[in-house]
């Protein structure tokens, strides 16, 4: 059995891309994933392509990584997944390496499908294939890839994993985004799962101008605060600590339900619950482990205002940090923020167009500084309004605090 101070000690862990001690939420992504799943166990296509965006650190690959496990729990060797990320692949032939994997029978098709594409292919070793000959063009290699798929789908119905998707390669993405909508056009038992951060829409257009549009999007904003005091109290109550209704809304309050600083509270807790030898948390176990939890949170606040500063993008990110301060951190609507940012644009000097406009509304969509949400109207039979909310309002805070006096 293990020793339950050693348990606690390693219940909650931030940002390391482990799965959480208590995935919380997420329900229409993992229906979603699970119905795809038994289509494939059927050896049926998925029914559309899946992509999950959101801003860094609401988790993305923790959903995937959990997703992942329990397929693998659930339908063991019925089925395939392979985990990627676009930095394990500079070009197609990395890519089909990866996919071939180890399969000799699928390594020798592979090669018949693309020898006269590779200058050098060493599939065997996995990684390591010369890049595709530029003076061929992209259909054949996509008609080599859907081939390739087919053959793979006949032997394990495949799902691919293509986590930090918003650095997929154009070209690459091109090939591949066509290739797997036509395999499963075709009823080949496959399913490509794609997450990024928000910029990742951009992204896929420039591969393929409908991939977007046909496949299940999954917007992944912060936890809801039901949620948020679960992925806390869940992991707790596992190792027999009391958590009042108090003392949870107290830590979602201060974490604003981001998934990542809900980790970091409840490591400080759990670490503050081992030192001490209680098994309750308290509003003054809080009060004990506030000075490191925000000292942890600040690591990523500083780190996300040198990214701001090196995108030349503080005094907008002040000014954006403003308004929301004056609208009681609420969703402002698309509009009222791109015309603030217009406005801004031209204080500072700079061309103040539509398009300048919409380049720093990216990029701060990129880095997570601000979120896209749809609001539904009070008023009813009325559209939902197209908002922008902040992606941490505690970041806006730290952002605005370093104007000089
Ligand atoms: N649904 C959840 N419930 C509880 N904890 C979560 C949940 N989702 C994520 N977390 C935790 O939040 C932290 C950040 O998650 P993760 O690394 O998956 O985010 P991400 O969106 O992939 O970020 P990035 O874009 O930087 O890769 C991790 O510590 C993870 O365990
Ligand atoms: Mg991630």
Known sequence: MINPDIKLKNLFHAGDGRIPPYLAGREPERKNFQDCVDLLIQKYPADQNMIIYGPRGNGKTALLRYLQEAVQKEAGDKLEILWVTPSQFKDLAQLVGLIVGNDQNLIKKALKLFERMFDDFTASANIGMASVKASLKNSKEMLALEDLLREKGKRKPFILIIDEAHSLQPDIGQILLNASQNVRAERCPFFLVLAGTPNLQTVLNQSSATFWDKSSIFPLGRLSEKDARKALTTPLESCQ?????EVSMEVTGRSQCYPYFIQIWGSCIAD?????????VTLETLTEVEDMAIAKCSSIYIHRFDELNMMGLVPLAIDIGGAFAENGNQPLPIQELEDLVRLSLKKLGE????ETVQENMQKLL???YVWKISVLSEIEKRDPLLCYEPGIPSLMKFVRGQRRP
């Open 241 to 245: 600590v009391a958590c009042s209704e």
């Open 366 to 368: 990129h880095i997570g």
């Open 351 to 354: 061309p103040a167009n539509h």
């Open 272 to 280: 503050q619950l081992v030192r001490t030898g209680d098994r309750e």
